[in-house]
Structures are given as structure tokens and as C-alpha cells.
């Protein structure tokens, strides 16, 4: 039996984001903003990427200037 399946921004808009551990920190401007790792594997391949080398990481800091 084949199983189909779709990726699209409705699925991804569905997930139930706040059921989540917020086990992830951003730091902007020395702000935190806790989030989820799925949270921030999604917004930034930075971080995704990080996390493929150590799944440890839990904070990212960002000094923006305006």
C-alpha cells in the first residue's frame, strides 16, 4: 500500500507550536525570545545546521543595529 504524503506551508502553519518544549533562546540585543528547537530549526539554516553538529546548542545571540 502506498502512503502519500505533502509538504506545504498549511501543514506547517497547523502544528501545534505551543505544545512544544521552549528549549531554545535567541538572544536579539541581549533580549531572550524562548522558543521551541523545531521553532528554531525552521527560521534560521544557520541553526539547523548547527544542530546537525551538536544537538546541544540551545541559544543563539544576534546583535542587530538599526
Known sequence: ???KFSLNH???????????????TFYVNGKPYTTSRV????????IRNMHYLDSAINEFTLEVSS
Not at 521553532?39 to 544557520?46: E, F
Request: aromatic share 12%; glycine share 0%.
Open 1 to 3: 500500500m502506498e502512503q
Open 39 to 46: 521553532v528554531a530549526d525552521i527560521l534560521s539554516p544557520s
Open 10 to 24: 498549511e501543514n506547517i502553519k497547523n502544528l501545534p507550536f505551543d505544545k512544544y518544549a521552549n528549549d531554545f
